[in-house]
């Protein structure tokens, strides 16, 4: 074979290997640069930046700051509201005189809670339950009573009280709608110290019952108590066959007014007007060299107490 063919193939072959050789050699280089190309350099713009910016939007998206959201939820849950509940609800418990209708009455509130009350009206000696909501606006305690509803004269009282001064004021309405609107004052009676024995001392609607809880005269007896029910007793006649009196009762509502004591019965037969007048006779001691008890005196009839 001729020696120029072996010349020819001793030269192709380096030049062969030396390509094959120097890829081999930069091919790891090429491939990292574009490993840095594709992830490490946008891993650094996410690491040093504040925000990612996508292609195509111009909105920058923010990092969440869960630090910053904690402070403003601490700030808002200590924010106090714009009124708070009335928190003295105990204090509108009691006994209420009321004008109903140029009549005395009562209302007796003697449960309250945030949502229910409960308790009792006395009007002309008919007692009947009422109960329902309480509700609360930021000046006003609204309180809504209702009557059980198997009477004819049965209604609704619509009451209210100012929490700065606990002024109270109300109305009632009828459930028939017989009866006509009646609004009123709610005036509280406030129990002084009890002190029944000191025979000067002022008598009120407050301790009327204590220095008069029970009167009597020779025909019948006279009960107050002090939710405003007055009940009168008597023995109306002779029971000749077991030879015992029978006795016999109605009730009424009474108020003090100065030294007068006005009372409104329910239907009877001993009484001939339904309103009654007693004026009380407190006898003063400088008058007297001994201690005299006070009466209750009518224009026939006077009620001695038996407390003495």
Not at 34 to 53: M, R, V, W
Not at 123 to 132: A, D, E, H, P, S
Not at 188 to 214: C, G, Q
Request: charged share 25%.
């Amino acid at each position: 074979m001729d020696s120029r063919y072996y010349q020819q193939k001793e030269i192709s072959n380096p030049t062969k290997n030396t390509s094959h050789i120097l890829s081999l050699l930069f091919m790891p280089l090429i491939l990292a640069s574009i490993l840095c190309l594709t992830l490490g350099c946008s891993d650094t713009e996410k690491q040093e930046g504040t925000y990612d910016l996508v292609e195509g939007d111009t909105t920058k998206h923010e990092r969440t700051d869960h630090s910053t959201i904690k402070s403003e939820q601490k700030e808002i849950a200590n924010l106090e509201p714009e009124w708070s509940p009335f928190e003295n609800l105990d204090t509108l418990l009691g006994i209420y005189t009321i004008n109903f209708d140029d009549t005395p009455a009562r209302i007796v509130i003697n449960y309250l809670n945030s949502r229910k009350a409960i308790g009792y009206n006395i009007v002309k000696g008919l007692q009947r339950n009422i109960n329902g909501d309480v509700n609360e606006t930021k000046d006003s305690i609204f309180v809504v009573l209702a009557e059980p509803g198997d009477h004819k004269a049965d209604g609704v009282f619509y009451l209210a009280w100012s929490k700065e001064n606990l002024n109270g004021n109300g109305y009632w309405e009828s459930n028939s709608g017989n009866f006509k609107r009646k609004k009123f004052s709610l005036s509280k009676v406030e129990v002084p110290e009890r002190n029944k024995y000191h025979s000067n001392a002022e008598i009120t609607s407050a301790n009327f019952a204590d220095y008069f809880y029970y009167v009597e005269d020779t025909i019948g007896n006279l009960t107050f108590h002090e939710d405003g029910k007055v009940v009168y007793s008597y023995y109306e006649e002779e029971d000749n066959i077991h030879r015992r009196e029978q006795l016999s009762s109605f009730n009424g509502t009474w108020l003090v007014e100065g030294d007068s004591v006005f009372i409104h019965w329910q239907p009877n037969e001993v009484f001939t007007s339904r309103k009654t007048v007693f004026y009380i006779d407190f006898p003063d001691d400088e008058d007297t060299d001994y201690y005299e008890i006070p009466t209750l005196e009518s224009e026939d009839r006077s009620f001695y107490p038996l407390w003495y």
